[in-house]
């Protein structure tokens, strides 16, 4: 009797804990999308990591009215950087080291538009760190510039949470490619079959 006393003690705790940790912060997702930060050409800009976006210098973002997103942002190493959208007036914390990352979670508009993004830090928003959000029920391809990611660190530590459908979701992915070329490149690849058969004669 006193162990099922002490089980049912132990159950409710961790259940009054688990409530804790979940109960009202939890916020159902329709859409997440993940950025890192870069310099290109001189210039300070967002770098797209997740899925449609990935390699895509301020990708445009998309989300359906009144959806609720989450964007991470992680620190590509050039400087400390956060991603604001005024609009709704949120902003994730402010990444400092290279490799640091900081989500925002958010009810978009109900109104269709575009509702800008930009990081808030001294003046980088000037310096390149700016793009869209458009808010419609249509899909929205991601207009900005393309370019190959580089398998940064910070992009690798994107994948490890949970953003490996950007190079797993095609074989085709630069990031996939950009990856295995030093190795097919390599005088050890293909392996080489030092041993010979020779055919015996029929």
């Given at each position: 009797?006193?162990?099922?006393?002490?089980f049912?003690?132990?159950?409710i705790?961790?259940?009054?804990?688990?409530a804790?940790?979940?109960?009202?912060?939890?916020?159902?997702?329709d859409?997440?999308?993940?950025?890192?930060?870069?310099?290109?050409?001189?210039?300070?800009?967002?770098?797209?990591?997740s899925?449609?976006?990935n390699?895509?210098?301020?990708?445009?973002?998309?989300?359906?009215?009144?959806?609720?997103i989450?964007?991470?942002?992680?620190?590509?190493?050039?400087?400390?950087?956060?991603?604001?959208?005024p609009?709704?007036?949120?902003?994730?914390?402010?990444?400092?080291?290279k490799g640091?990352?900081?989500?925002?979670?958010?009810a978009?508009?109900?109104?269709?538009?575009?509702?800008?993004?930009?990081?808030?830090?001294?003046?980088?928003?000037?310096?390149?760190?700016?793009?869209?959000?458009?808010?419609?029920?249509?899909?929205?391809?991601?207009?900005?510039?393309?370019?190959?990611?580089?398998?940064?660190?910070?992009?690798?530590?994107?994948?490890?949470?949970?953003?490996c459908?950007?190079?797993?979701?095609?074989?085709?992915?630069?990031?996939?490619?950009?990856?295995l070329?030093?190795?097919?490149?390599?005088?050890?690849?293909?392996?080489r079959n030092?041993?010979?058969?020779?055919?015996?004669?029929?």
């Amino acid at each position: 009797m006193k162990k099922f006393s002490k089980f049912l003690v132990l159950t409710i705790l961790l259940g009054l804990f688990i409530a804790a940790c979940t109960g009202t912060s939890f916020q159902p997702v329709d859409k997440e999308y993940v950025l890192t930060t870069d310099l290109r050409e001189g210039r300070l800009v967002f770098l797209g990591v997740s899925d449609e976006i990935n390699g895509i210098e301020n990708p445009t973002l998309s989300a359906v009215p009144g959806s609720t997103i989450t964007v991470t942002l992680i620190n590509g190493g050039e400087g400390q950087h956060d991603i604001t959208f005024p609009e709704v007036n949120v902003s994730t914390d402010v990444v400092k080291e290279k490799g640091e990352e900081a989500s925002v979670t958010f009810a978009v508009s109900t109104v269709h538009g575009e509702m800008e993004y930009f990081d808030s830090v001294a003046n980088h928003a000037e310096l390149g760190m700016r793009g869209i959000l458009m808010v419609s029920t249509s899909d929205v391809m991601p207009a900005a510039v393309s370019s190959t990611s580089n398998g940064d660190p910070a992009v690798l530590a994107a994948f490890q949470k949970g953003a490996c459908g950007s190079c797993h979701g095609s074989m085709e992915s630069p990031t996939l490619l950009a990856w295995l070329r030093p190795i097919f490149q390599t005088s050890a690849w293909p392996p080489r079959n030092t041993s010979r058969v020779t055919p015996t004669p029929a």
